[in-house]
């Protein structure tokens, strides 16, 4: 926890006049050494998981569908649950944005393409001609979540 706040406040705290410090951003910072990388994955891996089910556990998930008109029922719990819920998605927003699991790789045509990640999104710089073709390989095994029917 000390690391991410240290990384916030480095976003927010100026830089001193007439200096060559800039701030950074957390997806910025790279951990790879034996010691913080393996918390970050046990984190990404173990806590978050385990803090969602908690969520769903203890009824907290469960207050935004009746807030939402998608279930029946009244609020359930302490008064802080539902910032309970965004603390936990705003801890899954720094761990999943963290570099810790390699890049997509993506060919074009067969052959490794430089690719800009722009706000999540991959950008190829190219003249495309008729036929090409694009093939992204994951670095995890891709599986379909099914979401709510009203979603």
């Known amino acids: 926890m000390n690391m991410l706040l240290g990384l916030i406040l480095c976003n927010l705290i100026p830089a001193a006049p007439n200096t060559d410090l800039t701030g950074v951003t957390p997806n910025q910072v790279q951990m790879e050494d034996s010691f913080w990388k393996p918390r970050l994955e046990t984190n990404r891996e173990v806590t978050l998981p385990h803090n969602f089910r908690m969520c769903e ?20 719990g302490i008064p802080f649950n539902d910032s309970d819920v965004f603390k936990v998605m705003e801890g899954a927003a720094y761990i999943l944005g963290a570099d810790l699991t390699p890049m997509p790789e993506i060919t074009v045509n067969g052959e490794n393409v430089d690719v800009q990640s722009i706000r999540g999104y991959a950008r190829i710089q190219r003249t495309w001609e008729d036929g090409d073709q694009v ?9 379909v979540v099914r979401a709510h029917d009203l979603v």
């Open 57 to 76: 556990e203890t009824g907290r998930i469960h207050n935004f569908a009746v807030a939402g008109g998608l279930e029946e029922g009244g609020f359930e």
């Open 135 to 143: 093939q992204l390989r994951l670095p995890f095994e891709a599986r």
